[in-house]
């Protein structure tokens, strides 16, 4: 099944988002790398997950060369490494699917919206890697607390944003295939307003003392909709 399968490349996939993705997508057969600045780390990582997993289906590399390695690349970075490290894999990203799960969040005020300079952290990302650079926004508001889980369902949606019809549904794929619902939310300039849901989510778990709230959309099914 895995020969069939996208290599996905998880940039900060030593991160608790993007290590607990590469869990999921490994479960389901996907070949996966991890990405770091230092590739030790990123190894150790991978080590650790293939442990978990019970099998070796992840990999560690640096940042480059596991974007160069893969067909997806999906950024998991605190924002403050999100301009640096695109910088790093710009080269590596040309031609590709670039699913970016990353949101601004102010450190200092995590709980409050924060809009940046260019308005979504993946439109500035699309701004950065041009134009053969089909940048999908998703999983800004799926908590890595449920994803580690492998025998736990996810009860939430992936809103999926993108200017790339055919990079949308494949994202969508991507997303199913994880075991949630993805749904199509529009260009990726909406991705400014999925992005602003996450300090939302984040004070909804400070001020109910729950952990990993997240989102549902109502009142249909996608597929009737296609």
Known sequence: MSETLPTLAVIGGTGKEGAALALRWAHKGYPVIIGSRDPERAAQKAAELNTALGKQAIHGLANADAAAAAQIIVLSVPYTAHAETIAAIK??????????????????????????????????AQAMLGESVKVVAAFQNVSAVHLKKLDHSVDCDVLVCGDDEAAKAQTIALIEAIG?????????????????????????????????????????????HA
């Open 91 to 124: 080269a590596a990203a040309q031609g590709k699917l670039f699913i970016d799960v990353t949101v601004p969040i102010n450190p200092a005020d995590y709980r409050t919206v924060h809009v940046p300079e260019g308005k979504s952290a993946c439109v500035e």
């Open 180 to 224: 949630m619902r993805g749904i199509d939310a529009g260009p990726l300039m909406n991705a400014v307003a999925v992005e602003a849901l996450t300090p939302v989510l984040l004070y909804i778990n400070g001020r109910y003392k729950v952990k990993g709230a997240g989102i549902r959309i109502t009142g249909f099914a996608p597929n009737d």
